[in-house]
């Protein structure tokens, strides 16, 4: 099982780096439903990180976005910098960036990619 949520996990990822963020929310679910461990809310946490930027891209919805990516945060916040090989520490500074340009009605130029170590 775990080979195949690494599998879905780099599936998404490619999903969210190519901002196909529906796509990779669809997937990321997916493996939130599977998982019973205390990876459920890494894995949250990035859904929750690409349903704030499809908020951004697709749905112009800037207080949906915050609250998403937020939330985000929240979740991503205790697995520190790095995990399953994932780069986080780039990934929550880019997103808090984000929130702070969006809370003063700036658009971002550039959305996060997502690094697999």
């Not at 997103?95 to 550039?110: G, S, T, Y």
């Amino acid at each position: 099982m775990e080979n195949y949520n690494r599998s879905r996990l780099v599936q998404a990822i490619n999903k969210f780096n190519r901002q196909e963020y529906f796509e990779c929310h669809e997937i990321l679910e997916d493996i939130w439903f599977d998982v019973r461990d205390d990876s459920r809310d890494f894995y949250q946490g990035l859904l929750h990180a690409a349903v704030g930027f499809y908020h951004l891209t697709k749905k112009r919805n800037q207080k949906g976005t915050i609250i998403q990516l937020n939330k985000a945060l929240d979740k991503l916040a205790k697995f520190g910098a790095e995990f399953k090989d994932i780069e986080l520490d780039s990934l929550t500074v880019s997103i808090r960036n984000i929130i702070k340009k969006m809370v003063k009605k700036e658009l971002p130029k550039r959305l996060p990619k997502i690094i697999i170590k």
